[in-house]
């Protein structure tokens, strides 16, 4: 049962431990964001198609809600795995909060607008862009103009504050 734990080369509890934290952070960012942009944006008067509106709006809040974490998980994950040694020092721990969060953020937006050129790769009616790229292309820009800019405003300070007091608390030994 206790074999795999001591394989050299295996991800060890602490970096486990470090992507959860990260997860937790990228949620109650993600929690944050979708209150705030209820609360402050009106829904009243939609400026384009209903459709992209509705997929863009709805579909990518909830799709971050319950995509984030479990990218905020495996990047964090692999971010300590290939960065931290068992000498690092909290400012480290930051540093690898940091380009954690930033990393998240990157690839949540590539896969949300993966996503929606997968769907238009399938031919699914009603189209909502002219092609595959056409929809990759402009779904990645609004989720960078719209979402990526506001939450690495939230989640890379936090994730850094989380970093750095993650590799704060744990021994330099037991990692």
């Known amino acids: 049962m206790n074999g795999w734990r001591q394989r050299p080369g295996s991800i060890s509890r602490h970096k486990v431990g470090a992507g959860s ?9 993600s929690v944050i964001y979708s209150v705030i942009l209820w609360a402050f944006v009106p829904t009243v008067e939609v400026p384009f ?3 992209i509106y509705m997929l863009g709006y709805t579909g990518f809040v909830f799709f971050a809600l319950f995509v ?3 990218v905020g998980f495996v990047v964090g994950t692999a971010v300590w795995q290939w960065t931290l040694s068992s000498t690092s020092n909290p400012r480290r721990g930051a540093l690898a909060g940091a380009v954690t969060a930033l990393g998240t953020v990157l690839a949540v937006s590539i896969l949300f607008s993966l996503l929606l050129a997968t769907r238009e790769l399938l031919g699914v009616i009603p189209a909502l862009f002219a092609s595959p ?3 990759f292309v402009i779904t990645t820009q609004g989720v960078v103009v719209y979402w990526s800019l506001f939450t690495s405003v939230m989640l890379v300070p936090l994730c850094a504050l989380v970093g750095w007091v993650y590799q704060r608390r744990v021994p330099s030994g037991s990692q």
């Open 21 to 29: 934290v990260v997860a937790a952070a990228t949620v109650v960012t």
């Open 68 to 70: 984030t974490p479990l």
């Open 49 to 51: 198609n209903v459709e």
């Open 133 to 135: 790229v056409d929809a």
